[in-house]
């Protein structure tokens, strides 16, 4: 009994000195929801015409909507690092639930931001850089050359996405497992699998581009992550409002 109690007080404690951590981790996982829907409407305006072919078509248009694509590409980066710190919270929350699959999941997490921000983002900007000056290439000679450069980047882009798209929702899920035990509750675990194992299916998206059911899962997931975000960043709000500003220390009698 005892020991149970200073458990709870020690875990009360931890809490406390988090609580503006979790205060401003509930309020970014809600804007970064909202800047990925932002960002999902911005790709399906750029692909509204299919994924190009080969390496000059890609150019040629992302070149026609260069600013877009520059958005769109940079929001994810921003929604990459706004994300760190809902991962460090996160893990403190879920960490007296079940320490190995709370770390698990925030490390995969922390890896997809920093792969999807160093890597398949870095590219696509590269791309686009390069679509400029496809677009500006005053000779075939010159345009080739773009072309020959941007060869790899365009090739590399779909395995990079699918890499992408489904470590981070790896690392959701194992942290659904912990969450049901928490004061997430068990049904915002269950929704958070969900959602997270159509991610895992759309991240095959962009290596079997002829599968209707995967771009349909690769469509959906962006979405549904978004709203399974902003339940997530309400809840984690919410604990920090409960949270006392203080932690009476109480002595406990044996």
């Given at each position: 009994?005892?020991?149970?109690?200073?458990?709870?007080?020690?875990?009360e404690t931890?809490?406390?000195?988090?609580?503006?951590?979790?205060?401003?981790?509930?309020?970014?996982?809600?804007l970064?929801?909202?800047?990925?829907?932002?960002?999902?409407?911005g790709?399906?305006?750029?692909?509204?015409?299919?994924?190009?072919?080969?390496?000059?078509s890609?150019?040629?248009?992302?070149?026609?909507?260069?600013?877009?694509?520059?958005?769109?590409?940079?929001?994810?980066?921003?929604?990459?690092?706004?994300?760190?710190?809902?991962?460090?919270?996160?893990?403190?929350?879920?960490?007296?639930?079940?320490?190995?699959?709370?770390?698990?999941?925030?490390?995969?997490?922390?890896?997809?931001?920093?792969?999807?921000?160093?890597?398949?983002?870095?590219?696509?900007?590269?791309?686009?850089s390069?679509?400029?000056?496809?677009v500006?290439?005053?000779?075939?000679?010159?345009?080739?050359?773009?072309?020959?450069?941007?060869?790899?980047?365009?090739?590399?882009?779909?395995?990079q996405?699918?890499?992408?798209?489904?470590i981070?929702?790896?690392?959701?899920?194992?942290?659904?497992?912990p969450?049901?035990?928490s004061?997430?509750?068990?049904?915002?675990?269950?929704?958070?699998?969900?959602?997270?194992?159509?991610?895992?299916?759309?991240?095959?998206?962009?290596?079997?581009?002829?599968?209707y059911?995967?771009?349909?899962?690769?469509f959906l997931?962006?979405?549904?992550?978004?709203?399974?975000?902003?339940?997530?960043?309400v809840?984690?709000?919410?604990h920090?409002?409960?949270?006392?500003?203080?932690?009476?220390?109480?002595?406990?009698?044996?």
């Amino acid at each position: 009994m005892v020991h149970t109690q200073r458990n709870v007080a020690s875990a009360e404690t931890v809490d406390r000195n988090w609580k503006g951590l979790y205060f401003a981790s509930g309020s970014l996982l809600v804007l970064i929801a909202v800047l990925s829907f932002v960002a999902a409407y911005g790709a399906r305006i750029l692909y509204a015409s299919g994924y190009p072919s080969d390496p000059a078509s890609y150019l040629q248009l992302v070149s026609q909507h260069q600013r877009l694509a520059s958005v769109t590409w940079s929001l994810w980066i921003v929604m990459d690092f706004l994300g760190i710190a809902p991962t460090v919270a996160i893990y403190l929350v879920l960490r007296r639930y079940n320490r190995t699959l709370a770390l698990l999941g925030s490390l995969l997490s922390m890896f997809y931001t920093i792969y999807d921000v160093c890597v398949t983002e870095l590219n696509s900007l590269t791309l686009v850089s390069l679509s400029h000056g496809y677009v500006s290439a005053t000779n075939d000679a010159l345009r080739a050359s773009f072309v020959a450069a941007a060869t790899y980047g365009y090739y590399a882009l779909p395995i990079q996405t699918v890499l992408s798209f489904a470590i981070g929702p790896l690392g959701y899920i194992l942290w659904c497992v912990p969450m049901a035990r928490s004061f997430f509750g068990r049904w915002l675990a269950i929704f958070g699998v969900i959602v997270n194992v159509i991610g895992l299916l759309g991240s095959a998206a962009p290596v079997v581009p002829s599968s209707y059911f995967l771009g349909l899962c690769q469509f959906l997931c962006v979405r549904l992550i978004a709203v399974w975000f902003i339940i997530v960043g309400v809840q984690l709000y919410r604990h920090g409002r409960r949270l006392p500003a203080t932690v009476e220390n109480t002595a406990v009698m044996s």
